[in-house]
């Protein structure tokens, strides 16, 4: 987009915080940061001590919440320029703007990786699981396909009066370029992610009417697990659609040539505030949907506020380390509420800068 109101410098003299608008920007970027950086920090050091018990989505939820933090890194940078315009150089034009490109690159094929392989688990239930060497793989190719999608970023960033704009050779190229962005990074992923879900439902749904099937302890087991990780991987996927829908649809109406400058006007907005809302949103996600990042959650704050350990019900002797899984008293186990269950867990047991 052409490097107007998307500048990561601020080219006009009023301050971003004279309207409405701004504040919530400011606001945005300030939740953003913050509980981006925790949430997306402690989703890490959750996955990365679950050691030898990690699954293969634990190894995709660290892909998706690495590509996060490289946005949120990112957010300081803008806010400071946004308050004080600094001159940017053909390097940082070259850079800056590509990898934040790249993070919603990483995320929806990440995603997009997620569901085919919860696809092939649940429609082939009798078969291995994916080995973490080939999970490793994936995640090479899904970085590898991001660096090449924004690779034409790269060649045609230029700083121009100290802010970034793109040199195409002509506007049909550029045209181009955005559509095909728009078709690789956002319509056909979510195209191959719809498929797999629906396949999924179809499934589970057929699964389910079998008389012999619904009765065994397994198959029930197997079915709500299941449904718990797509249930939570859907949400992931609807917030990402939503999130980044407005700026697909800014994109096209600037390299197209949109009349609507009201409705552009919009769209910029919506699309400013909701991509970087989105980098910190995973993280709740899981702690809302998933009751194993939940009790990961309260177990950590619980150990950095320690004040609050007595009113949970603390005990200093239940504790047994930060990787143990055993960690109901007796009475714990007569009683298995989710709160009982939660508290002992969690007490005792180990921008617009990117084109999207």
Request: one cysteine or more; charged letters at 15%; aromatic letters at 12%.
């Amino acid at each position: 987009m052409e490097q107007t109101n998307a500048s990561m410098s601020n080219p006009e003299n009023s301050s971003p915080l004279d309207d409405a608008v701004g504040k919530v920007q400011l606001a945005v970027y300030v939740v953003t940061f913050l509980v981006g950086s925790v949430g997306n920090i402690l989703v890490l050091i959750i996955v990365k001590g679950k050691r030898s018990r990690r699954s293969v989505n634990d190894l995709y939820i660290m892909n998706l919440a690495i590509a996060d933090l490289m946005f949120i890194a990112f957010l300081p940078i803008y806010v400071y320029n946004w308050f004080v315009p600094a001159k940017m150089s053909t390097g940082m034009c070259k850079f800056i703007p590509p990898v934040m490109t790249t993070t919603y690159c990483l995320s929806v094929y990440t995603l997009t990786f997620m569901a085919v392989h919860r696809c092939y688990v649940i429609l082939n239930p009798f078969k291995p699981d994916m080995r973490h060497r080939n999970v490793y793989i994936s995640i090479a190719i899904i970085w590898a396909i991001s660096a090449v999608f924004i690779m034409p970023l790269v060649v045609v960033g230029r700083a121009e009066k100290g802010t970034c704009t793109e040199m195409w050779p002509t506007t049909d190229h550029k045209r181009a370029y955005t559509l095909s962005l728009v078709i690789l990074q956002y319509v056909l992923p979510l195209a191959i992610i719809t498929v797999a879900y629906i396949r999924i439902i179809f499934d589970l749904n057929r699964s389910s009417a079998s008389k012999f099937e619904r009765h065994t302890q397994v198959h029930q087991q197997f079915r709500k697990e299941n449904l718990q990780i797509v249930k939570t991987l859907a949400t992931i996927v609807i917030l990402f659609a939503v999130c980044l829908l407005p700026g697909q649809i800014c994109w096209m109406m600037v390299d197209f040539g949109s009349s609507d400058q009201k409705s552009l006007i919009i769209f910029f907005n919506a699309s400013v505030i909701l991509s970087a809302l989105h980098s910190c949103l995973n993280p709740i996600v899981y702690g809302t949907l998933t009751k194993q990042f939940r009790r990961e959650y309260l177990r950590y704050f619980l150990y950095v506020f320690r004040c609050c350990r007595k009113r949970w019900g603390y005990r200093e002797h239940y504790t047994q380390g930060w990787n143990s899984h055993n960690t109901n008293t007796p009475h714990e186990n007569n009683n298995k509420t989710e709160t009982a269950v939660i508290r002992s867990y969690a007490i005792d047991s180990p921008l617009r800068e990117s084109r999207v």
